[in-house]
């Protein structure tokens, strides 16, 4: 079964601290990661995707398979990156799998 | 990403009435899908199709319709609406099995 676990449904932080937002991830095989972000009633939007290896927007994901982790950095979070934030996940098909995602507001 | 539209963007309806969902894409994606979001529960797929005239179930399709007789267009029906319906709905698409999704803007449905 494929299974994506967002622990956090809120986070708050202050602008300019770091953000760490947690997804795991249950699949045996080898799965394609990504987050979305859904900015206030907002379409979602592809932030990252754990196969490019790219930041965007100052964040950046790391797949971590022996934890099987992929948690979403930035290290300075600024206002405008307050957002929902969904980390998804695909395992042997074309659908993506998501968590219940995780509410970010930022401070200022 | 106006390539992938969704309407209508607001609708309410009564309990036990057929009501349809569309969504239309320009890009000839092979793939479209529907999600619908509700709080706690993130986004949960309903239906998908992997081209035209080939659809199949999500998690949740219980009381849904789906039809694909175009590449470009993927209607929603809920055959007769309930209150647990009521959702904002979203609708994807993509060309490569492998590759990220683009999402419409979404349909927020209340049925009283």
């Known amino acids: 079964a494929q299974r994506v676990t967002q622990p956090e449904k809120l986070l708050s932080v202050f602008k300019g601290a770091p953000v760490e937002l947690k997804c795991n991830y249950s699949y045996s095989g080898s799965p394609e990661l990504f987050w979305y972000v859904q900015y206030s009633r907002q379409r979602l939007q592809l932030l990252l995707r754990h196969i490019s290896r790219e930041s965007i927007k100052g964040f950046t994901a790391d797949l971590n398979k022996g934890e099987t982790s992929f948690h979403l950095k930035k290290p300075f979070a600024q206002e405008e990156d307050s957002a929902m934030y969904y980390c998804a996940l695909r395992g042997g098909s074309e659908k993506l799998v998501f968590g219940k995602g995780t509410k970010l507001t930022v401070n200022p | 990403d106006a390539g992938i539209t969704q309407s209508p963007r607001y609708k309410i309806t009564e309990t036990g009435r057929q009501v349809t969902l569309m969504c239309h894409q320009t890009w000839s994606h092979s793939y479209m899908f529907w999600y619908r979001q509700d709080l706690g529960h993130g986004l949960r797929l309903i239906y998908y199709?992997?081209?035209?005239?080939?659809?199949d179930k999500g998690e949740v399709s219980d009381g849904y319709v789906v039809s694909r007789s175009k590449t470009e267009n993927f209607p929603l029906t809920l055959e007769s609406a309930t209150r647990s319906q009521t959702s904002v709905y979203f609708c994807?698409?993509?060309?490569?099995?492998?590759?990220?999704?683009?999402f419409g803007s979404g349909t927020r449905l209340t049925v009283v």
């Open positions: 994807a698409s993509t060309q490569d099995a492998r590759g990220g999704y683009t």
């Open positions: 199709s992997a081209a035209a005239d080939i659809t």
